[in-house]
C-alpha cells in the first residue's frame, strides 16, 4: 500500500517514518483515494537499498526528548495515534497540508493550543504555502504552542518560498506539567518498538519570554476582504509562474466581476515585488525584467471590452476606467459585425428572422460567444492565460453563457459568492488592503446595477431581474447546497431572513433555485478551473458531485 508519511532526519542520516493513521475524505479533500490509513500500534521494518528503517506508529527519543507526530487530520479526530496517546510526548510535531478556508486559520491555532494544553507538550505546526496544485490555497500559517499558550505564529499568505518560524521550547515545565495534572494517565509499560531511539540531542538555548506577533492585517476590522484578497493574490502569482505563462487575457466588461479578476492581476504584482523586489519577481515569473510594478501590469495584464449594439456607455466607460487605472493594455474590439454574421447565416439557414420574441435566449448568447475567438487569439499571441468571470452565486444557477463568459483556463472568483465580491469591490473603491492604495476607478464599476446587457437597451435587463436578489440566492445557496436542507425548510428559514418579501415571491425564488442548480450541472462540469476561498465549494471534481442528469427536486417543490 501507498502511505502518507513524515520522515525524520537527524544530522544528515533518516531516523524512521511515522505514518497518518487517519486520512481525511470530506470536502476538498480524496486522501484515500490515494493512501491508506496506517493500522494503530503497528511498526514494521522499511528495508530500502540494504538498509532498515522503523515504519509506522512510533515516536523518536532525542537523547530523553521524547518527539511524536500527528500528520494534519491525525489531529482533527478524538483519538490520538497510538504512539502517542499516554507515553508522555515533549514535543508533537504536525506537518500540514490544511487548505485555506475564511477563518480557518483561527480552527487551526485553537486546535494547536488545545493540543498542547491536553497533552502538556510542545506543539510545532507547519502548513504548507501557496497555490501547490492549481485549485487549492494553502496559508502557510505555522504555529508553537506549549502548555495551552501561544509562543510563536508565522505571517501568512506571503510570496516566500518558505517561511522559518521559531521558539524555545522548555520542557521541563511540559514535564512539571504532565504531573502536575492528575488526569494526565501516562502509560508506564515499555513502549517497546514504537520508541526510536536517536543519537542526537537538542541544544540548549535561552528561555525567551516575548508575545507572539501577527501582521497589522490580521487585526483589521475587514479581515475577509483582507484575506481574500491574499489568498487570491498568492494563488494567481503560484497558478502564473507554474503553468508557464506569460500574463492574463481578460474580456473586461465593465461589470463586478471582469473588474474584480483585472484588480486581482494588478493586486498580485504589487504585492509580490513589494516582497520580492522587481529582479526577484522577474526571477520567479521566468520572464525579463520590467522598471516598475505598473509596466509588469501591462506586460502581465491583456483587457479586451467586446462591445455589441447592446453595449452602453456606462461600462465602456467603467472598463476602460479601471484598465487605465491598473495601467493594462486594453482593446476595444467591436463584435456587432460578427453578431450580425452569425443572425444572418442562420436566418437564411431556417428561413426565417431571428426575433426577440421567439429566439431570445439564442440571440443574448451569440453575443457572449462571438466574444470568445478575440480574447482566445490574444492568450495565444501572448501565451497567457485566459481568465473566465464567473462567481459561484451564478455557477450555482447556470447563469453564464457556456463558451461565451465561460471561456476561458482559469476561473479565479468562481469560489465566492457575487453579494460578498460586490462589497469586496466597494472596500477596494474605498480603503484597500493594508500597506496597498484603493482603486476610486471602481466607483464606475460600483454604482452600476449587475446586467448581462444582451438584450436590446430598452427592456431594462439586471441580472437579480433574470434570477433573485443576490443575498437572497446566496442564502438558498447555503442552505440547499451546503446545509443540504429540501425545498420546504429552505422557505421557513428565508421567511425569517427576508420577512421585507412576501411568502408567494420567496415560493418562487426557492422553486426557481433548485430547478436551475438541477438543470446546469453539466455547466458545473465545464466550468474553468476556480479557487477555493470558503467553507465550501460547488467544483465538482473537488467538492461538491452532483448527477448531471436528476429528477429536478420535482417531488420536493410540488410540496411547497
Known amino acids: 500500500g501507498l502511505y502518507n508519511t513524515a520522515c525524520v532526519v537527524a544530522d544528515g542520516y533518516i531516523a524512521g517514518f511515522a505514518a497518518k493513521e487517519h486520512l481525511a475524505g470530506e470536502g476538498l479533500h480524496y486522501e484515500p483515494r490515494w493512501f491508506k490509513p496506517w493500522p494503530n500500534h503497528q511498526v514494521v ?9 522503523p515504519f509506522g506508529d512510533v515516536f523518536f527519543d532525542f ?7 500527528e500528520i494534519c487530520e491525525d489531529a482533527w479526530v478524538a483519538q490520538r495515534r497510538g504512539a502517542i496517546d499516554g507515553h508522555a510526548m515533549d514535543i508533537i510535531v504536525n506537518p500540514s497540508a490544511s487548505h485555506f478556508a475564511f477563518g480557518k486559520h483561527e480552527v487551526r491555532e485553537r486546535l494547536v493550543l488545545e493540543g498542547s494544553r491536553s497533552m502538556a507538550v510542545g506543539y510545532l505546526y507547519a502548513n504548507l504555502l501557496g497555490n501547490e496544485a492549481g485549485r487549492v490555497i494553502y496559508d502557510g500559517g505555522c504555529y508553537i504552542a506549549q502548555n495551552g499558550k501561544m509562543l510563536a505564529r508565522s505571517e501568512r499568505l506571503t510570496f516566500d518560498d518558505s517561511v522559518l518560524t521559531t521558539a524555545v521550547i522548555d520542557v521541563e515545565a511540559s514535564r512539571t506539567e504532565q504531573v502536575r495534572t492528575t488526569s494526565f494517565q501516562a502509560d508506564r509499560n515499555d513502549p517497546g518498538e514504537k520508541r526510536i531511539s536517536v543519537d542526537f540531542e537538542f541544544p540548549r538555548a535561552k528561555m525567551e519570554r516575548s508575545a507572539p506577533s501577527s501582521a497589522a492585517w490580521e487585526a483589521s476590522e475587514d479581515h475577509k476582504e483582507e484575506e481574500f484578497t491574499r489568498a487570491l493574490t498568492l494563488a494567481l502569482f503560484d497558478y502564473l509562474r507554474k503553468s508557464h505563462s506569460r500574463g492574463f487575457v481578460l474580456s473586461i466588461s465593465g ?14 504584482v504589487d ?33 479586451a471590452y467586446q462591445p455589441t449594439e447592446n453595449s452602453g456607455e456606462v461600462t465602456r466607460n467603467a472598463a476602460t476606467a479601471v484598465a487605465e487605472s491598473i495601467g493594462a493594455t486594453f482593446y476595444i474590439l467591436d463584435v456587432q459585425h460578427i453578431v450580425d454574421a452569425y443572425e444572418s447565416l442562420i436566418s437564411n439557414a431556417v428561413e426565417r428572422p431571428l426575433t426577440w420574441e421567439q429566439d431570445d435566449i439564442t440571440l443574448q448568447n451569440i453575443q457572449a460567444r462571438a466574444r470568445g475567438p478575440s480574447v482566445w487569439m490574444l492568450a495565444n499571441m501572448r501565451g497567457a492565460l485566459l481568465l473566465s468571470t464567473s462567481n459561484r452565486s451564478e455557477a450555482a444557477v447556470g447563469y453564464a453563457t457556456m463558451d461565451g463568459d465561460t471561456c476561458g483556463g482559469l476561473s479565479p472568483i468562481a469560489g465566492i459568492d457575487k453579494a460578498f465580491l460586490r462589497r469586496w469591490l466597494l472596500w477596494l473603491e474605498r480603503k484597500g488592503p493594508d500597506g496597498a492604495q484603493p482603486i476610486p476607478a471602481l466607483h464606475a464599476v460600483n454604482v452600476q446595477t449587475p446586467t448581462a446587457e ?17 443575498p437572497v440566492l446566496d442564502v438558498i445557496e447555503r442552505l440547499a447546497i451546503g446545509d ?10 428565508l421567511g ?11 415560493r418562487g425564488w426557492v422553486t426557481r433555485f433548485f430547478q436551475l442548480w438541477s438543470r446546469n450541472q453539466w455547466k458545473r462540469e465545464r466550468y474553468a478551473p476556480s479557487f477555493h476561498v470558503d467553507d465550501k465549494n460547488l467544483d465538482p471534481k473537488t467538492w461538491c458531485r452532483f448527477p448531471i442528469l436528476s429528477g429536478g427536486f420535482e417531488r420536493e417543490l410540488s410540496e411547497l
Do not use: H
Open 454 to 470: 444582451l438584450r436590446p437597451k430598452g427592456s431594462a435587463q439586471t441580472d437579480e431581474g433574470d434570477l433573485m436578489p443576490y
Open 45 to 53: 521494518e522499511l528495508e530500502r537499498d540494504g538498509k532498515s528503517y
Open 484 to 493: 443540504k436542507l429540501p425545498p420546504a425548510d429552505c422557505l421557513e428559514i
Open 271 to 303: 504585492r509580490a515585488i513589494a516582497e520580492l523586489g522587481l529582479e526577484g519577481f522577474a526571477e520567479k515569473v521566468g520572464m525579463e525584467p520590467e522598471p516598475s510594478a505598473r509596466d509588469w501590469v501591462r506586460t502581465l495584464l491583456c483587457c
Open 255 to 268: 461589470g463586478a466581476d471582469s473588474a474584480a479578476a483585472a484588480c486581482f492581476v494588478s493586486l498580485m
Open 496 to 506: 425569517s431572513e427576508f420577512s421585507d418579501y412576501d411568502e408567494d415571491t420567496l
Open 63 to 69: 537523547s530523553s526528548v521524547r518527539v511524536g507526530f
